[in-house]
């Protein structure tokens, strides 16, 4: 079945560091993919997306490209700030599913 | 606003009795998921439903039941048969057949004493 792996937490960083989540992936055909933000006590917020490989989802300075030869989609930000502690979720569908796959979650935590 | 609303927010039950979780949501989405959510074990799927009046197992449905009778509501009932049910508790829609993005409400935290 799908499956995601995200990369051990937590991750401490100081601000204005580099972010480098990883995450892949097992699926049998071509899944659209996910990152996927959680602050506090909240609910998930769609962070990025992309759709097909070589495809790059950015926002709010995050960043990651959909690597189908690696099967990968590693989030990534130049410079991180206090306000980005959250819990980073990487998550799939497959192109005929209805449901999403989610990795294990990623604390990061942004020193001043 | 368009979204999705989980109430309550903080619940609260005795060992062995049963409680009810509620979703509603006004985006006119297709489909709904529960999922739980535990310290360092990320989501997990319990159900989910793409039509009214039918839902589906999910990954760890055992100890819980759901119903689909209206388009904008998906309940959650966590019964006594639920071995550890304190947890987070996360509904979500999505639009149908292709499912591009999902959308969550704020969660419920569950406990029981």
């Known amino acids: 079945g799908d499956s995601v792996t995200q990369m051990e937490g937590p991750v401490t960083l100081s601000e204005e560091a580099f972010l480098t989540i990883n995450c892949t992936y097992t699926?049998?055909?071509?899944?659209?993919l996910f990152w996927y933000v959680q602050y506090p006590g909240e609910g998930l917020q769609l962070l990025l997306k992309?759709?097909?490989?070589?495809d790059k989802g950015s926002n709010k300075g995050f960043e990651a490209t959909y690597r189908k030869e690696t099967t990968s989609f590693h989030l990534e930000k130049g410079s991180v700030q206090v306000s980005d502690s959250a819990v980073y979720f990487c998550?799939?569908?497959?192109?005929?599913?209805?449901?999403?796959?989610f990795g294990e979650g990623t604390q990061l935590t942004v020193n001043p | 606003d368009g979204g999705i609303t989980q109430s309550p927010k903080y619940l609260f039950r005795k060992e062995g009795q049963n409680v009810t979780l509620s979703c509603e949501q006004n985006?006119?989405?297709?489909?709904m998921y529960w999922y739980r959510q535990d310290p360092g074990q990320g989501l997990r799927l319990i159900y989910y439903s793409q039509i009214v009046n039918d839902f589906q197992k999910g990954d760890i449905a055992e100890g819980y039941s759901v119903s689909r009778e209206k388009k904008e509501s998906f309940p959650l009932t966590v019964t006594s048969a639920q071995k550890n049910p304190t947890a987070f508790y996360l509904c979500?829609?999505?639009?149908?057949?292709?499912?591009?993005?999902?959308?969550f409400g704020q969660g419920t935290r569950l406990t029981v004493v």
């Open positions: 699926a049998t055909g071509y899944p659209s």
């Open positions: 992309a759709t097909k490989a070589d």
């Open positions: 985006l006119n989405h297709d489909a």
């Open positions: 998550a799939l569908i497959e192109t005929s599913g209805s449901r999403l796959t």
């Open positions: 979500a829609s999505s639009i149908l057949p292709s499912v591009t993005e999902a959308f």
